[in-house]
């Protein structure tokens, strides 16, 4: 279950290493064995992983579809943002990667996708 990010605790105290441990052995047990849980723990560090050859395209949508981390609650219209966690919330690591170039449009569209076919 995701978790409201707290911009005034570290986001990495906020993680539930366990949950998240948990879902890549069940989705990606063959890159858990690789790479271990500290360089899957949030999907920045998939993408990561990911761009050095370490993670498959499919490993990488499958865990980003099925991970639970921080959530940032949407921002209304008018208002300054919420801090978002450095790390740790898929949408934001998602939405950073693509737009620092990270990953590609197609990607990026089938990352996003993904996300909300599971939710």
């Keep these: 279950m995701p978790r409201d990010y707290d911009c005034t605790r570290p986001w990495r105290d906020q993680l539930d290493e366990q949950a998240i441990e948990q879902m890549i052995s069940t989705y990606a047990p063959r890159a858990l064995e690789r790479l271990g849980v500290e360089r899957l723990l949030t999907v920045k560090r998939m993408i990561d992983e990911y761009r050095a050859g370490n993670l498959s395209r499919d490993e990488l949508v499958v865990l980003a579809a099925?991970?639970?981390g921080l959530t940032v609650a949407p921002?209304?219209?008018?208002?300054d943002p919420e801090p978002a966690p450095a790390?740790?919330?898929?949408?934001?690591?998602v939405y950073m990667?693509?737009?620092h170039d990270l990953i590609d449009g197609e990607l990026y569209d089938e990352l996003?996708?993904?996300m909300k076919s599971d939710g």
């Design 112 to 114: 996003l996708s993904s």
């Design 97 to 99: 990667a693509g737009s």
């Design 87 to 93: 790390e740790g919330s898929c949408g934001w690591d």
């Design 75 to 79: 921002t209304p219209v008018g208002e």
């Design 66 to 68: 099925h991970y639970d």
